[in-house]
C-alpha cells in the first residue's frame, strides 16, 4: 500500500511474550490508527494517535499500548500476548478529520500460541 | 442499536449480474459516506466516497445516500468475479476524525 507500512507481516508468538508491530508512514500525514479485526467483530479501533506523542484509547485497548515518537512511526505493543489477541492488525493513517477517509496498511497476521 | 449495520452475506451472484450492498445506520449527523473494498488477505482500500444525500457514479460502481432514510447504498453493475470481496460502508460526522465502519459483506461473484 502507497506510503504506509506494516511490519512485520507475519508472526507466530507464545502466550505471555511481549510483542511489538510497527507501522511506517511516508505521507506526513497527522492522524495513525490501530485496528484489529476478527471473524463476526468488523474492524475494532486499539488505540489512535493525533500527533507524536499524543495518543488515545479505542474500544479494544485492554492489553495493548503504544507509543508515538515520530510522525512517521506508530507502535503497538501487546504487553503479555494471550490467545484472544490472535488476529489480523492493521493500521490506518489519515490527514484528519472523518471526511477524509483512512488509508489502510497491508495488516500483520498474529497468532498467538 | 448498534450505530451502523450492514448485513455480513455471504452473497453469492452470477458474473454480470448488479449487485446491491447497502447499510443502516443511526446518526444522522453523519455527512460523509465511504465504501471500502477488501480482498482476502488485503487491507481495506476506499473504492466510493461520497458527501451528504445523492449519487456517486464512477464507472460501473454507484453510490447512493438516502438520508432522510439512514440508508446507503453500493451498486456494481455487470460485475466481475474480480468483484469478489468484502464491501465495508462507512461514514463519519466530518467534524473530527473518527469513521464509524459497519461489519462488512462478503460478495462472491460465480463466473
Known amino acids: 500500500d502507497a506510503g504506509i507500512t506494516q511490519s512485520p507481516r507475519h508472526k507466530v508468538t507464545e502466550t505471555g511474550t511481549p510483542v511489538t508491530l510497527r507501522c511506517h508512514q511516508t505521507?506526513?500525514?497527522?492522524?495513525m490508527y490501530w485496528y484489529r479485526q476478527d471473524p463476526g467483530h468488523g474492524l475494532r479501533l486499539i488505540h489512535y494517535?493525533?500527533?507524536?506523542?499524543?495518543?488515545d484509547k479505542g474500544e479494544v485497548s485492554d492489553g495493548y499500548s503504544v507509543s508515538r515518537s515520530k510522525t512517521e512511526d506508530f507502535l503497538l505493543t501487546l504487553e503479555s500476548a494471550t490467545s484472544s489477541q490472535t488476529s489480523v492488525y492493521f493500521c490506518?493513517?489519515?490527514?484528519?478529520?472523518?471526511?477524509?477517509?483512512?488509508?489502510f496498511g497491508s495488516g500483520t497476521r498474529l497468532t498467538v500460541v | 442499536q448498534k450505530e451502523v449495520e450492514q448485513d455480513p452475506g455471504p452473497l453469492s451472484v452470477p458474473e454480470g449480474a448488479i449487485v446491491s450492498l447497502n447499510c443502516t445506520y443511526s446518526?444522522?449527523?453523519?455527512?460523509?459516506f465511504m465504501w471500502y473494498r477488501q480482498y482476502s488477505r488485503k487491507g481495506p482500500e476506499l473504492l466510493m466516497y461520497?458527501?451528504?444525500?445523492g449519487n456517486k457514479e464512477d464507472g460501473r460502481f454507484t453510490a447512493q445516500v438516502d438520508k432522510s432514510s439512514k440508508y446507503i447504498s453500493l451498486f456494481i453493475r455487470d460485475s466481475q468475479p474480480s468483484d469478489s470481496a468484502t464491501y465495508l460502508c462507512?461514514?463519519?460526522?466530518?467534524?473530527?476524525?473518527?469513521?464509524?465502519f459497519g461489519k462488512g459483506t462478503r460478495l462472491h461473484i460465480l463466473p
Open positions: 490506518a493513517i489519515s490527514k484528519g478529520t472523518g471526511r477524509y477517509g483512512y488509508t
Open positions: 505521507e506526513n500525514h497527522r492522524y
Open positions: 494517535s493525533y500527533g507524536v506523542k499524543d495518543t
Open positions: 446518526n444522522s449527523a453523519f455527512q460523509y
Open positions: 461520497t458527501y451528504s444525500s
Open positions: 462507512a461514514m463519519s460526522e466530518g467534524r473530527d476524525d473518527k469513521i464509524i
